[in-house]
C-alpha cells in the first residue's frame, strides 16, 4: 500500500499510510513527552511497551543511550521501521512482541492504535501474538513507557526483576480512565505492586512512577503537573482550586500564577513530596 511522507511540527518525519498512523503528529501528550525528555540521558536506556508505529520511540531515541521499542502488531512494527529509517535512528531495537506477566499466545483485536488483548464490544480482525515477560526480554533499563490498551497490571507483573535491580522510572497509561469498565482499579492494584514508588498525575490518565529514593530535582516538571492537576480536580469538583494545597505563598494568585511560581519552591519546600 502506498502512502505519504509528512514531517511534524516538532521536525520529525514520519510515513503515513493510514489514518492511524497520524497519531504520531499529535502534541496532545505534551506533559509525557516532557518527562521522559527531562529522565532522558545519553547513557540511559529507554523502553518503550507498546510502541505503535514510533510516536514516543522516535522522539526518545534522541534523549537517550538507547531504546528498546516493544510492539506486536506486525502492520505497526512495519511502519516504525519505516519511520525508524526516515529519521536516520540507529540506537533503536525492535522487537515484535507483546508483554504479560507469562509467556503466552494473546488474541489481538485490530483498532490501530488501540489494538488490545482484552475482550471488547464490536467486531475486529484478530491475530494471535506470542507475549512474553518484560523480565525475559530486556536485560537492563532505566526508563519504560507502557501503553498497552488495559494491559498494564499484566506488563508490570512480568517486570519484577526489572523494578527489583533496575529501579527504573515508569510512566504508565491508565486504560481504566480510558473507558475499560474492566480496568476498573487496576491503577489503585499498580500502586500496591509498586510499593516503593512514589507516584505522579501527568494528565488525568498518564501516571508517573518513581523510586522513593529517586532524586526528585529530575522529575521537577512531573511534581509540578501532580499539583496543577490536583487543582484542576478540585475546580471539577466544586471546590476552590487551591483545596488541600500545601502552602499559601500563592495567596491572592490565580492558579496559573501557581503553576508559573511552583518549580522554584519544590526542592526548598519538602510538603510538595511529603504530601503527594
Given at each position: ?145 507502557i501503553d498497552v490498551e488495559g494491559w ?75 499539583w496543577v492537576m490536583k487543582a484542576i ?44
Open positions: 500500500m502506498s502512502g505519504e511522507v509528512v514531517r511534524s511540527w516538532d521536525g520529525y518525519t514520519w510515513y503515513i499510510e493510514g489514518d492511524n498512523d497520524r497519531l504520531v503528529l499529535n502534541d496532545g501528550e505534551m506533559t509525557v513527552r516532557t518527562v521522559l525528555r527531562e529522565l532522558g540521558r545519553l547513557d540511559r536506556v529507554f523502553v518503550d511497551v507498546g510502541a505503535h508505529v514510533g510516536e514516543y520511540a522516535i522522539r526518545m531515541a534522541y534523549y537517550y543511550h538507547k531504546v528498546i521499542a516493544i510492539e506486536p502488531i506486525p502492520r505497526s512494527v512495519r511502519i516504525l521501521k519505516k519511520n525508524i529509517e526516515l529519521n536516520h535512528i540507529a540506537n533503536i531495537e525492535v522487537k515484535q512482541v507483546a508483554c504479560s506477566d507469562k509467556e503466552e499466545v494473546l488474541t489481538f483485536r485490530l483498532r490501530g492504535g488501540s489494538s488490545t488483548a482484552l475482550e471488547c464490544s464490536g467486531k475486529f480482525n484478530v491475530i494471535k501474538v506470542k507475549a512474553v515477560r518484560l523480565d525475559d526480554l530486556v536485560e537492563w533499563c532505566d526508563v519504560i513507557k498494564e497490571e499484566k506488563v508490570i507483573k512480568g517486570a519484577s526483576r526489572i523494578i527489583k535491580e533496575c529501579k527504573p522510572a515508569i510512566v504508565i497509561e491508565h486504560h481504566e480512565f480510558r473507558g475499560y469498565d474492566s480496568c476498573k482499579g487496576m491503577k489503585e492494584r499498580i500502586i500496591k505492586i509498586l510499593s516503593g514508588y512514589r507516584h505522579f498525575d501527568l494528565n488525568g490518565i498518564h501516571t508517573l512512577y518513581v523510586p522513593k529514593s529517586f532524586n526528585i530535582e529530575e522529575v521537577k516538571d512531573a511534581v509540578v503537573y501532580h480536580k478540585n475546580l471539577e469538583q466544586g471546590k476552590p482550586w487551591y483545596y488541600g494545597i500545601p502552602k499559601t505563598w500563592w495567596y491572592g494568585g490565580h492558579i496559573t500564577d501557581f503553576m508559573l511560581a511552583l518549580p522554584e519552591h519544590i526542592l526548598k519546600e519538602k510538603e510538595w513530596i511529603e504530601k503527594l
